[in-house]
């Protein structure tokens, strides 16, 4: 999981590890792809606002190291999917994949499982 904001990252990470979750948390994108290991995730939790490097082209920079990493993006504001999809990057990302801010656990949990099982 990345994001920025640290008191994010510890509530997320939290909530996950409680939910049967193993997770590596960094607030910093630039030292998450540093420490990016092939095959090693299953899934990525991305915020999409980051300073240096943004979710969506962290998103691209691990793509290019592992094409077959499942993805979902954090966001608190609903238009970033439409954005993304007006860049027409990825097509195979889908709304799903968009968890907006705030959440309640139960539902980022559902959402994880279904992108994380689908396919």
Known sequence: MVDDEQDVTYTIKIVLENNGFLVDSYNDPTLALSNFKV??????????????INGFDLYQKIREI???????????????YEEYRRLDTH????????????????????????VLYSH
């Open 39 to 52: 095959g090693f995730y299953d899934l990525l939790l991305l915020d999409i606002r980051m300073p240096k």
């Open 66 to 80: 592992d094409s077959n990493v499942k993805i979902c993006f954090l966001t608190a504001s609903e238009w970033f």
């Open 91 to 114: 097509p195979t990302i889908e709304r799903e994949h968009f968890i907006q801010k705030p959440f309640r656990s139960e539902e980022i949990i559902r959402q994880l499982k279904e």
